[in-house]
């Protein structure tokens, strides 16, 4: 059975930092390629990062970049999202997502097929 669980959500102020861990088991890890999605409610969920099979490449939306980091640890089956300098428009809910992905846009939510429950993340002003 496939399993994708987030943690390490929570309240945090604004400026302040989080790291966000995704486990997974039941799927052969290193086929996948690794995202991590928003939802704010009333809005549509979208990509924030996502990661490569291998981890040599990443992926950001263009508002998180160079606050965000992604990186994955394909021995422990594992995917991390770094987040610095919150701000009250991160606040969501967070999902890990993993997708065999060949061709397609790594943000796009379409090309991932297994998803987490989430973990929220709320950023206070």
């Known amino acids: 059975q496939v399993q994708v669980v987030e943690s390490g959500g929570g309240l945090v102020e604004t400026g302040g930092s989080l790291r966000l861990s995704c486990t997974t088991s039941?799927?052969?890890?290193?086929?996948?390629?690794m995202g991590w999605f928003r939802q704010a409610p009333g809005k549509e969920r979208e990509g924030v990062s996502a990661?490569?099979?291998?981890?040599?490449?990443?992926f950001y939306k263009h508002s998180v970049k160079g606050r965000f980091t992604i990186s994955r640890n394909n021995a422990e089956n594992t995917v991390s999202l770094q987040m610095s300098s919150l701000e009250p428009e991160d606040s969501a809910m967070y999902y890990c997502?993993?997708?065999?992905?060949?061709?397609?846009?790594?943000?796009?939510?379409?090309?991932?097929?297994?998803w987490g429950q989430g973990t929220q993340v709320t950023v206070s002003s």
């Open positions: 997502a993993a997708g065999r992905i060949r061709f397609g846009d790594p943000l796009n939510p379409s090309e991932y097929n297994l």
């Open positions: 039941g799927l052969t890890f290193d086929d996948y390629a």
């Open positions: 990661i490569s099979w291998s981890g040599n490449n990443t």
